[in-house]
């Protein structure tokens, strides 16, 4: 890849890194699923002290159901900076994004009026593929969470 194409790919990944994170927030689950290969995983097992193996998704279709049944009614705000993103092929590349979240369970959520904030590291895997970048893995390795 010339210099001009990667940094064209990496503007194209920037941009789906933030339209995955909007999706979140603004509960499109259309989109967010637009923007998975079909083989995606989620893995969001780490947190400090604890794992918890039920965070691991393998499926688009499966990681959107999992995430919708669990932000359906919360209120979420997601923030990433600080980006790394190299290529491992032409039509593959990995980032790493420094992140912090907030989290907000609503109405009818067993953690109902209770918060969180967390930091730490999303650790993606990206495929081209039906001609523009895809997610195919996602990996959140949290440093701290504070808990209401």
Do not use: Q
């Not at 999706?23 to 998975?36: N, P």
């Not at 590349?93 to 969180?116: K, P, Q, T, V």
Request: with cysteine.
């Amino acid at each position: 890849m010339t210099e001009a194409v990667n940094l064209a790919a990496i503007e194209e990944i920037r941009l789906l890194k933030a339209r995955y994170l909007r999706a979140l927030d603004t509960k499109d689950w259309a989109l967010l699923r637009s923007l998975l290969t079909d083989d995606m995983i989620g893995d969001f097992r780490e947190m400090p002290g604890e794992t918890d193996e039920a965070l691991l998704t393998t499926g688009a279709d499966a990681f959107i159901a999992g995430v919708t049944a669990t932000l359906e009614n919360a209120t979420t705000v997601h923030h990433v900076h600080s980006f790394e993103i190299r290529f491992t092929g032409a039509r593959d590349a990995e980032g790493i994004w420094a992140m912090d979240d907030h989290f907000w369970a609503g109405e009818g959520s067993d953690l109902a009026g209770r918060s969180r904030h967390g930091f730490g590291h999303y650790h993606d895997c990206y495929r081209k593929a039906r001609g523009r970048w895809l997610i195919a893995r996602t990996r959140l390795s949290r440093i701290r969470v504070e808990r209401d």
